[in-house]
């Protein structure tokens, strides 16, 4: 399984960004995809994750502010950003596995990560 993801970049507080991460190879196999973040200096931290197409989960730390949602025709799961704060900087990996509590724990997919920076 390949994971490509795209859509960081700088953005000002309170600004929107989206993120997609699309998936190639033995796809069958996944069952939940999702996002992970890493900030400088800082443990990685799960943001998002979705299993099948509509099973959602979130950091409490980005409840009501991001959306995470999968278009299984494409292969791709999306990271709806929105209301973003200058402690959303980070960089955002795209990840997959078969198991939920394997994704929860340490998922055996990961893309390249791609940075998103919140700052005036």
């Known amino acids: 399984v390949q994971l490509q993801a795209s859509g960081g970049g700088l953005v000002q507080p309170g600004g929107s960004l989206r993120l997609s991460c699309a998936a190639s190879?033995?796809?069958?196999?996944?069952?939940?995809m999702g996002w992970y973040r890493q900030a400088p200096g800082m443990q990685r931290e799960l943001v998002a994750s979705?299993?099948?197409?509509?099973?959602?989960d979130y950091a409490d730390s980005v409840k009501g502010r991001f959306t995470i949602s999968r278009d299984n025709a494409k292969n791709t799961v999306y990271l709806q950003m929105n209301s973003l704060k200058p402690e959303d900087t980070a960089v955002y990996y795209c990840?997959?596995?078969?198991?939920?509590?394997?994704?929860?724990?340490?998922?055996?997919?990961w893309g390249q990560g791609t940075l998103v920076t919140v700052s005036s």
């Open positions: 990840c997959a596995d078969s198991l939920v509590t394997a994704y929860n724990r340490n998922p055996r997919y």
């Open positions: 190879g033995t796809i069958s196999s996944i069952n939940v």
């Open positions: 979705i299993i099948g197409s509509s099973t959602t």
